[in-house]
């Protein structure tokens, strides 16, 4: 491993270019990614509707305005589903182009033209864009369908669905982007959409607080993107993939490790990576659909896209390809326990989400032998996570918007269509075969177990904590789904039976199924969970299909057999269940939490991640600035006031000359005069006699 | 009009004198007027008279200005007069100015009074004076002292020789001398500014002919064109260059007080207060461009000639005169309270602005008239257009019997007609009782709210007030970038400095009377320093605190605006446009001020 600093090392590029040689992976597998193409075939040139339709539903569902109340809803559908049936055409018609000619940028105009810099927009359309672009408007139009149901009594229901439509036309910028420049737009356009659709229901101080500390993190991340164009731009002169990508293998490590690192403060941010996680819990104040959709499926996936996009930058950077990996496993560890003691249903689940991704970012760092599987896990999770979300969303609708799990239990009777979809999902993320978590999940864990570089410690410590993620996973989400639907009622039913529910004092419920509009989405992302992992995985067809983008990959062992990791996951991950079997389903749960261990009152506040932020960066952010603005009202307000002050008192004791009396105003011009003619005499100037 | 066309004479180009000889003729023809006219029929005689005069000698400085560009100047009456294409610009300048003032001067608003005393002669405050107020008596002589005062003004920056100069310098004096005593309210203190006015005139003019007398002495001609043939061609009193430099130095003092510089300034503030406001307009546009006319012709054609190490001390006298002048003008009108003043000082400070355009009168590039034939048009217009706004805003007298309100009025604060509105419907003018309405209001407490109220008026109050800050797309900003451009173009760059800090404290009196009109509320009535009769003298260091309040007043006294007669509306309406005509478009006017940007010795 070369030492690398930083800051120096940005002068001496091409030197350090130089002396590291072709002996890093990058070498190995960039032959193989597929340059892009600037010949568009023909209905590529669809693409810019992908954009364009969303984008159109949230111009117009905002423009219109309350006119717009009645219909507004399928509208916005209708336009996201549009963009899902483009989708499918541009798909479908890059299946049938042969996988060298499958990447392929899209210019559409020229943008900024300034100096060296000329950045045009583009869109760059491969089986990376075209594999997101399909997962986010589909789950984005089930959601949307979805939504039609849930929000159905919120008046601001058209708002909603503007607000949805443009975050699906800001991912699919981010997603289709030809350079990082415009990636940037759509990293902020989502930003805006999470912020708007988490503050969603402001009038709640909470919602509008949450809202504004996910938008805060996130800006801490997006600085990272920033930090990163700056650095392309003074390394490449260029911001675009092209350019960047075909330059990165000649560039240095320095610069490199730099921008490595720069975007992987921008992947924490968006995707609620370690240490910029925080937001993430409390993003849930958003509507459940918002949660499913962007704080599930898609949006906090864009770190993991952005890491796997920028391949060919950390592939030539192997100290930020390590720390890329170190937040991936300590995130996942760090979801996984905070989500062991959430009783909050969404909060629970958004830990998981956390964790997940934690999963795929790992991956993402392993190289080129985990990105196909970075993206295969996301993908199967965009289906599971979303239909659980779904799921907890269809239970709240049946429990008065309750999401304390020590107040559901037994729920699987009264909603039967919840249960089954979120089961199918439950089993999903746990990594059973043949569920879709299986399929990648156990790669990724296998992946993990390679070593890199012929360094086995990393192949035992990754690998270690990926599979003894697997198994706390398997806990929570068995603790989550056990609690909701399994075990005894802990809510009041209102039949007063003592030996029935074990919570008389609550509100009144009664639990039902959801309507077909919320049950529908779920049934199709259940099934999703099901098979979309085992028929992805067929053949490698996946890992094939993103090739052209991720390269080909040399086989190689990890430090256990295969089939050993395969037993080994599953035995922890069936022991994770039958805890929770034990702990949550068979055991009665006490609706007032217990007091747990130390750990447990951790992981309850989120391992002390808000105070700790408060600590080191609120507390002393707020000095800093108070004391800023201290000094801004005393030097620069201060100086500037004391100057008109004395600007003004001048005035007023120039003004006592002008006393109204002639003889004194004679005078003065007297004064004045013989003032000049002194001047005049007395001034020798340089030229002068 | 013109019977100039009889008197052809070989030795003299009577052609170049048409615009002056206009212009004066008309004056003359208007003392008959007021001799031999019927009362009636007089005001509207003196009208078409004195606006056609201006309108004619306007038509003949466009019809001249081709023929004085070809020949590069004419000298006239054996050099006494010499119309050149710069004298004839300041000229043009003068006029169209003079024409937007006559309009002012004209308007008699809804009251249907003029802003002129009845009878200027009248001990202020006599019965005397009160049964001509009574009488409706109008002071029709106002237009022949206006057309003289033009005369004047249009010799003034066209003079061949120093004599010719003062004479001049009298002609355009003393009808404003007599102008400004004829403000029809405030008696005493118009009065007061006129007697002052006068003899601080008098002292500077007494300066002025001291320094032609040794300028004289020097080069043994008061004529310009000797006086730097003598300096060129060393024909000189001998070693006596000195001299020249004193008497120049003298003479400029002169000018300088003129238009209105630091440390011969005083007189300013007062006057402009006390005057007739469409006669402060009048004087602070055109008397500054007449003014200016003459300094820069002293300055190019014997200035110039001054041997450098004299030039250079020249030069430093104007770097301190402009300093002066702009500090002073900016950190007084900072703290000024009544509006005419505050226009005053500002109108002090763009004398230092232009000073700034001055001082590279060495150079021969051209680019410093430019910049001050340039400014003194903005400035006019912002001048002329601000003063006639002055003019609209009106005090409300304390009201004994209750009016009825406008229905304008009665919306905002808790006003003098509430209750009564039973009566409104008799209201059917803007002023319901044309005694009722007074002065100018020109505190400044007074304009708040102006905007809300008439916010065409306060808009366009606004655009001047914005366009005598330097504000881009105003026609002040290009006047000011030029005039510091050329400064900087010569090395006078600390100049250029200080004018830009000094337009920046500047914006804040401008910006304030913005915020003013605009976005604080008006007040409600609140004791406001009594109107009429006021004391005589309001000098700034006793005006702020005097002025009697009474409580009867406090209650009813409210400020209204009054309409217009069309005349006022017009003159605003042209200052408007070019104001923004000139910020928006001003290289065709850059270019014509360029090309005037010649002298003839």
Known sequence: ?689 | MTPAAAFVAPTIEWAYLVPVIVVLVAGVVGVLVEAFVPDRARRAVQLVLALGALAGALTSIVLLWPDVLERNGVRVLGGALVVDPFGLAVQGIVVVLALLATLVVADRTSTKQDAFAPTGAAVPGSAYEDLARRRGLEQTEVYPLVLFAVGGMMIFPATGDLLTMFVALEVLSLPLYVLTALARRRRLLSQEASFKYFLLGAFASAIFIFGVALVYGFAGSVQLAEVRGALLGGTGLDGMTSLVLLGLVMVLTGLLFKVGAAPFHSWTPDVYQGAPTPITGFMAACTKAAAFGALLRVLYVVGQALPPDLQEKLVVALWVVAILTMVVGTVIGVVQTDMKRLLAYSSIAHAGFLIVALVGFGELSGFGVRALLFYLLAYGLATIGAFAVVTLVRERAPQPVVVPAEADLATVGAGAGAGTSGTAASAGSDVPDAGAVLGEATHLSEWAGLGRRSPWLAGAFALFLLSMAGIPLTAGFIAKFTAFQSAVAVGAWPLALIGVLASAVAVFFYVRIIVLMFFTPTPTPTPTPQAAGGPGTAPDGASSTGGGTSPVAALTSRVTVVRSEGFTTVAIAICVIGVILLGVLPSSVLDLAFEAAKFRP
Not at chain 1, 149 to 154: F, I, L, T, V
Request: hydrophobic share 55%.
């Open chain 1, 1 to 689: 491993m070369p030492t690398v600093t930083l800051l120096p090392a940005l002068a001496h590029v091409g030197e350090l270019g130089a002396l590291l040689p072709a002996t890093l992976p990058a070498a190995l597998s960039a032959q193989e990614v597929v340059p892009a193409t600037t010949v568009v075939p023909g209905p590529f040139l669809l693409a810019p509707l992908l954009i364009l339709l969303p984008l159109l539903g949230a111009a117009v569902l905002l423009l219109v305005g309350r006119r717009s109340d009645r219909w507004g809803a399928w509208f916005g559908v209708l336009m996201s589903a549009a963009s899902f049936v483009v989708a499918l055409v541009v798909f479908l018609s890059m299946l049938s182009l042969p996988p060298d000619e499958r990447v392929v940028d899209h210019r559409l105009f020229d943008w900024i033209a300034a100096g060296g810099l000329d950045v045009g927009v583009g869109l760059r359309l491969d089986p990376l864009s075209v594999t997101f672009v399909l997962l986010v408007t589909f789950v984005g139009t089930l959601i949307h369908v979805y939504a039609v149901a849930y929000m159905e009594h919120d008046k601001d229901r058209r708002r909603f669905f503007a607000y949805l439509n443009l975050f699906v036309a800001a991912m699919l910028v981010l997603v289709l982007a030809d350079s990082y420049l415009v990636l940037f737009v759509g990293w902020e356009g989502v930003g805006l959409a999470s912020y708007l659709l988490i503050g969603f229901w402001n009038h709640e101080r909470e919602n509008a607080v949450a809202a504004k500390k996910a938008f805060i993190m996130n800006r801490v991340g997006d600085l990272g993107l920033i930090v990163a164009l700056m650095l392309m731009f003074a390394g490449f002169g260029a911001v675009d993939f092209a350019t960047v990508f075909a330059d990165a293998p000649e560039a240095g490590t320095a610069l490199l490790t730099a921008i490595g690192l720069a975007l992987l403060v921008a992947a924490c941010g968006k995707s609620a990576q370690f240490p910029l996680q925080a937001w993430l819990g409390d993003a849930m104040a958003g509507p459940t659909p918002v949660s499913a959709l962007i704080h599930a499926a898609t949006m906090v996936t864009a770190g993991v896209y952005l890491v796997v996009r920028s391949a060919p930058i950390y592939e030539g950077a192997p100290t930020a390809q390590l720390v890329v990996v170190v937040v991936g496993a300590v995130t996942l560890l760090f979801g996984a326990i905070i989500g062991c003691a959430k009783d909050d249903i969404k909060k629970a689940l958004a830990a998981s989400t956390m964790s997940q991704i934690g999963y795929m970012i790992l991956a993402a760092g392993l190289g080129p032998i985990g990105y196909a599987f970075a993206i295969f896990h996301l993908v199967t999770h965009g289906f599971f996570k979303a239909g659980m979300f779904l799921g907890a969303g269809s239970v709240m609708h049946g429990m008065n918007d309750g999401v304390d799990m020590r107040r559901f239990g037994a729920l699987s009777r009264y909603m039967k269509v919840t249960w089954i979809t979120f089961g199918l999902g439950w089993l999903a993320i746990l990594g059973i075969p043949p569920f879709s978590g299986f399929w990648s999940k156990d790669k990724i864990i296998e992946a993990a177990f390679v070593p890199i570089d012929g360094q086995e410690w990393r192949a035992w410590v990754f690998g270690g904590v990926a599979l003894l993620g697997a198994g706390i996973t398997a806990f929570y989400m068995s603790r989550l789904f056990f609690m909701t639907f399994h075990g005894h009622k802990r809510w009041n039913d209102g039949s007063g039976s003592p030996t029935g529910p074990l919570s008389t004092d609550g509100p009144v419920q009664h639990p039902h199924e959801s309507p077909l509009l919320m049950t529908a989405p779920m049934v199709v992302l259940a099934v999703g969970s099901v098979a979309l992992g085992g028929l992805l995985a067929f053949g490698n067809g996946f890992v094939d299909w993103l090739s052209p983008v991720t390269g080909h990959v040399e086989h190689a062992d990890p430090v256990l057999p295969v089939w050993a990791l395969v037993t080994l996951t599953l035995v922890l991950v069936l022991l994770g269940v039958l805890l929770a079997w034990r702990q949550f389903a068979v055991s009665r749960v006490p609706i007032v939490p217990p007091r747990g261990s130390v750990l447990t009152r951790a992981a309850r506040k989120d391992l002390y991640q808000d105070q700790v932020n408060e600590a080191v960066f609120m507390r002393p952010g707020q000095y800093l600035t108070r004391s800023l603005v201290y000094g801004d009202r005393q030097m620069v307000d201060g100086g500037w006031m004391g100057l008109a002050g004395l600007v003004g008192a001048t005035g007023e004791k120039l003004r006592g000359m002008q006393n109204g009396f002639v003889r004194s105003y004679a005078a003065t011009m007297l004064a004045g005069l013989i003032v000049i003619v002194a001047v005049v005499l007395a001034v020798t100037t340089g030229t002068g006699s």
